[in-house]
């Protein structure tokens, strides 16, 4: 009984060891892109994102993550979202487009090609390039 609970051990040991060099493969290939990338969860905040689309805007990963994607857009720019990009996302799971987001300095138009995604659980895949 003793060595078969072992084993086990063992094979699950290896395997979470393969899952996180699995992870680390994935991270670093997102943030080897020359797109930005983002993954948001279901209320809109960034939970991952790569350094080209904080950049993008200005920021750093780390002022991102945990704050609604709404801070990149003014109210007009949020509108357009909200009348283009959501109703097709809800149709039929994509959206891509052109847009416009504001620089942290709050003056500087980001002109963007914008890719989304929806997650089943609510989240969404953001890749997007500057135009």
């Known amino acids: ?20 060099k699995f992870k680390d493969l994935l991270i670093d290939a997102l943030n080897s ?8 969860d279901a209320e809109g905040k960034y939970i991952w994102l790569n350094k080209v689309h904080a950049e993008m805007f200005g920021y750093s990963q780390e002022e ?3 704050v609604s994607w709404k801070i ?6 949020l509108a357009f979202f909200y009348e283009n990009a959501f109703p097709k996302l809800e149709e039929t799971g ?8 504001r620089h942290k300095d709050g003056v500087t138009v ?14 969404l895949i953001c890749t997007c390039i500057k135009r």
Do not use: P
Request: charge should be negative; glycine fraction near 12%; avoid cysteine.
């Open 94 to 101: 994509h959206w891509s487009g052109k847009a416009e987001g």
């Open 64 to 66: 991102l993550i945990g």
């Open 33 to 40: 892109s020359s797109e930005g990338i983002a993954l948001l």
């Open 110 to 123: 980001v002109k963007e090609k914008v890719y989304l995604t929806s997650l089943k659980d609510g989240g």
């Open 72 to 77: 990149l857009y003014i109210k007009e720019d």
């Open 1 to 20: 009984m003793q060595k078969n609970y072992l084993d086990q051990i063992r094979i699950l040991s290896k395997e979470v060891g393969e899952l996180l």
